[in-house]
């Protein structure tokens, strides 16, 4: 099913839910270079296992199961799986280097 970071974490991006998620599938992390120049965090859906640990302490409420997702914000998911996929490709060059 996987979780959803939504746009109440858009210009906020408290870590919390990075801290507590136990398999690190949400990003950018603070010492990522993207950090600074994202707009939001976002849930890797492949890596993220469904132990919902991240939801209770946004302190935005910004993070939902994915069939818990509110209508004006289902395309979330899809931004979610882009930025995943964005930060592997991004990965996968730089290890070419």
């Not at 931004?79 to 070419?96: F, R, W």
Request: hydrophobic fraction near 40%; proline fraction near 7%; charged fraction near 25%.
């Amino acid at each position: 099913m996987a979780f959803v970071i939504a746009e109440p974490c858009i210009g906020t991006k408290d870590t919390a839910c990075v801290d507590a998620c136990p398999v690190d599938c949400i990003h950018p992390r603070k010492n990522e270079d993207d950090f600074v120049t994202a707009t939001q965090l976002y849930i890797d859906p492949v890596e993220c296992i469904d132990c919902g640990a991240c939801v209770p302490v946004c302190p935005v409420s910004a993070i939902f199961a994915l069939n818990d997702l509110p209508e004006k914000w289902k395309h979330y998911a899809e931004i979610n799986a882009k930025q995943a996929l964005m930060a592997v490709v991004s990965k996968a060059e730089q290890n070419q280097r």
